[in-house]
Each structure stands twice: as structure tokens, then as C-alpha cells.
């Protein structure tokens, strides 16, 4: 059955370093965003893509980055972590045409110490 | 940026009984959609809704795309314990712009 996985599932890191945040999905979808979940603030939209080589900025990218080297793999990078960015981390995928139709990850839980 | 006001925030109800939540904007969408997300777990697709005026059900399920396409409504009837989690409205116009969600709790 095709499905979105993400790794690790929980992350402690000490502020500064750099974080890589992996997300993979088997559904062949184009679409692929990234959000992070904090308490009272419901899903914020940090970078998406819409294929290979697309990346674009969402509403709080500052911090953060992404690449998309392949239809399967959208990788999230802290470049420099902060307590800030203490928080979940859902990956999400959709087909073209129907990019509102989202298909989730489990999450990852984040901890910048 | 579009933003979304999602009400209630959250509800106490007892099992058996009927539930409704809303989402609006000040801005037009093109599509509705309504999530649901288990503790621990990502959101999963519950109904999604693309022309104003628009109702759908899904099981015990009912959502509507407002007239004025700055609105959308979900209920659930004879609610059950497994109706437990967060339920987010999701407005989409180029991207999807998500509420704060509505926390349900359903007493036995």
C-alpha cells in the first residue's frame, strides 16, 4: 500500500545544530509541503513543492529549508536549530490537481534543547 | 496572509449527542476541507468540498461549502467515543490554509 513515512519520529538536539528532517512518500504525488503544529496555533505551512527541482517559501520558512531532488523525498533542514522550533513536524503529499487533498504523516516531534 | 476562524475551540459532549463546528474568513476559498487528527497521529481527510453551496456526508459526517464561499460548516450526529481528536477546517485558494482546530471530547 502506498503511504507517507517520516524520520525520526521524535528528535532532541541542542540549539545550533543543524537538523535534517526526512519524509518519504510511495504515492508518486507531485504536491509535498511541510507544516509544523504548535499548541493554539493549528498548522502553519513552512515550504512546499510541486515537483522535482520546485521549492517554494510558506507562511514561517525563516529558519528552514528544502530540496527536491526526486518525486519521493522531501528532506526539512534547520540550518541552525532554535528553542523556537520546538514542535511537531507533519509532512504531507497531494496529486496534482487535487494539491488540497492531503495525505499526512505520522509527524515528527522536535526538541531544541 | 488568509486566515481562518475556526469555532468552537473546543467541546465537552456526551456520547449520543450531535455536534457542530464551524470555520470563516474574511477571504474567498475555492475548495473546503475538513480533517481529523487522532492524539499522536497526522490529519487524516474527512470530507472535502468544492462548489459553494455544496453538502456532503460521510457516514455520520455532514459538511457544507457556504454561499458566500468565505464559510463551511461540520456536524456529526449520535456522536461515539471514537469521535475523540482534533477536527481542522482547511480553506484552499493556491495554498491550503489550515484553522486552529476544535478539540472534541466525548463523554460515555
Known amino acids: 500500500d502506498a503511504e507517507i513515512t517520516q524520520s525520526p519520529r521524535h528528535k532532541i538536539t541542542e540549539t545550533g545544530r543543524q537538523v535534517t528532517l526526512a519524509c518519504h512518500q510511495t504515492?508518486?504525488?507531485?504536491?509535498m509541503f511541510w507544516y509544523r503544529q504548535d499548541l493554539g496555533h493549528g498548522l502553519r505551512l513552512i515550504h512546499y513543492s510541486y515537483g522535482v527541482q520546485d521549492t517554494n517559501k510558506g507562511e514561517v520558512s525563516d529558519g528552514y529549508s528544502v530540496s527536491r531532488s526526486n518525486t519521493e523525498d522531501l528532506p526539512l533542514t534547520l540550518e541552525s536549530a532554535a528553542s523556537s522550533q520546538t514542535s511537531v513536524y507533519f509532512c504531507?503529499?497531494?496529486?496534482?490537481?487535487?494539491?488540497?487533498?492531503?495525505?499526512f504523516g505520522p509527524g515528527t516531534r522536535l526538541t531544541v534543547t | 496572509g488568509q486566515q481562518l476562524n475556526q469555532s468552537p475551540q473546543s467541546m465537552f459532549i456526551q456520547e449520543g449527542e450531535d455536534v457542530s463546528m464551524n470555520c470563516t474568513s474574511s477571504?474567498?476559498?475555492?475548495?473546503w476541507l475538513w480533517y481529523k487528527q487522532d492524539p499522536g497521529e497526522g490529519p487524516v481527510l474527512l470530507i472535502a468540498?468544492?462548489?459553494?453551496?455544496e453538502l456532503t456526508s460521510n457516514g455520520r459526517l455532514t459538511a457544507q461549502f457556504g454561499i458566500t464561499r468565505k464559510d463551511s460548516f461540520l456536524n456529526i450526529s449520535a456522536s461515539i467515543p471514537s469521535d475523540v481528536g482534533i477536527y481542522f477546517c482547511a480553506g484552499g485558494a493556491g495554498k491550503s490554509t489550515f484553522g486552529d482546530g476544535t478539540t472534541l471530547t466525548v463523554k460515555p
Open positions: 477571504s474567498i476559498f475555492n475548495t
Open positions: 468540498l468544492y462548489k459553494a453551496g
Open positions: 504515492w508518486n504525488h507531485n504536491n
Open positions: 504531507a503529499s497531494s496529486e496534482t490537481g487535487v494539491r488540497y487533498e492531503q495525505y
